[in-house]
């Protein structure tokens, strides 16, 4: 049984909440993003700084944007979106889309064409309106 690391999360979840830092995000960019540890089957980050690939789909203002956890499991049902990404078979994990702080947001690892990020917000929308 997988054992979630609330405890290991929070210092760094507090560490990010008083960091004063400003992120320039855009749509279609691939980062690096901590979205720490969560509830059931909600995707969690990996590693000591609870991080992993996501897609900027949206940005909101200066503070805030909405995005997409990226996955190496590829499976074969609604909410997963493959993709290859840096020459690897990636999921887009549309089901788990979430509004996030840029406080979350770290490095830039690539961004996407317009044409692929019309492409990616048209199966989010086909998947949304199932």
């Known amino acids: 049984m997988y054992l979630k ?3 290991e999360w ?3 979840k507090k560490r990010l909440q008083s960091e004063e830092r400003h992120v320039y ?3 279609g960019e691939i980062r690096w993003i901590a979205f720490g540890v969560n509830l059931g089957s909600e995707i969690d980050g990996k590693g000591v700084s609870f991080t992993r690939p996501g897609f900027v789909v949206h940005v909101f203002g ?3 944007a909405l995005v997409i956890p990226l996955s190496t499991k590829m499976k074969d049902h609604p909410g997963y979106l493959p993709f290859e ?3 690897k078979p990636t999921a887009i994990c549309i089901h788990q889309m979430r509004v996030v702080s840029q406080k ?3 490095s830039r690892k690539g961004r996407i064409s317009e044409t692929r990020l019309l492409s ?3 199966s989010i929308k086909d998947f949304f309106s199932l």
């Open 85 to 87: 990404w840096d020459g």
């Open 5 to 7: 690391q609330f405890d």
């Open 10 to 12: 929070h210092p760094v």
């Open 62 to 64: 200066s503070f805030l």
């Open 25 to 27: 995000i855009r749509p």
């Open 120 to 122: 990616v917000k048209r």
């Open 104 to 106: 979350r947001i770290f």
